[in-house]
């Protein structure tokens, strides 16, 4: 089934914010995507895009800035923190553990929080949650030697209840995952240990 044409512009466009859409140098490729050339309205370079972006993108309205030029801009004209469009409290959720926002903190917590925070950009951005309520729970900050340990293997459930402090060694042990590889290789080495004794013992 064909795809229905579009009636494209053919005179040159420019935008309030300088940017101009040359569609007079518009141009169709061989596998029948229309490019046109964009002038962007901050750094002035022209690029080749697809003519299909300059209707925007999720409802948002095309500006012709380049991907730098807008980048910088929204840095700008968005405020960090609980006054950023797109705030959501400050929590997630990355790679199967939960993580605050160190702007959502405040007071004690936060000056905890600061003392373990991953750096963003150059600036304490994100904490563990699970290490914070740690932290609280000690009242001090947790040194990068010291490992929490889930005792019920959901690392989203933070109850203080649920949560031991370790280290890397010990963690292995604690861990579901390497529990049962952990007692087999025990044991295993405990029957290699008998039949090395019976080795000997024939061998005298």
């Known amino acids: 089934m064909p795809y229905p044409t579009m009636n494209w ?12 859409i040359h569609w007079d140098r518009a141009f ?15 750094c002035h370079q022209k690029r080749l ?17 380049c991907y730098s030029c807008n980048l910088r801009i929204q840095r700008k004209s968005y405020k960090p923190g609980w006054k950023h469009p797109d705030w959501r409290g400050g929590h997630f959720i990355n790679g199967g553990y939960a993580y605050i926002n160190i702007r959502s903190l405040i007071g004690k917590t936060k000056k905890l929080a600061l003392q373990m925070s991953r750096i963003v950009h150059g600036k304490p951005a994100i904490v563990a949650e699970h290490r914070l309520v740690m932290a609280l729970h000690l009242g001090r ?17 933070n109850e203080i209840s649920n949560l ?18 952990w007692k087999e290789t025990q044991k295993r080495v405990a029957e290699l240990e008998l039949e090395l004794l019976r080795y000997k013992g024939k061998t005298d």
């Not at 512009?9 to 101009?20: D, V």
């Not at 010291?146 to 959901?154: A, L, P, T, Y």
């Open 28 to 42: 169709r490729l061989p596998n029948s995507i229309y490019r046109v050339p964009v002038t962007c309205g901050s």
């Open 49 to 65: 895009i697809d003519a299909t972006r300059t209707r925007g993108k999720y409802g948002k309205v095309f500006t012709g800035y």
């Open 164 to 181: 031991e402090l370790t280290d890397h060694a010990n963690h292995r042990k604690l861990d579901t995952k390497y529990y049962r590889l």
């Open 9 to 20: 512009p053919t005179e040159p466009r420019k935008k309030r914010n300088g940017s101009i």
């Open 141 to 157: 900050p947790l040194k990068s030697s010291e490992v929490i340990h889930h005792r019920d293997g959901n690392k989203l459930n």
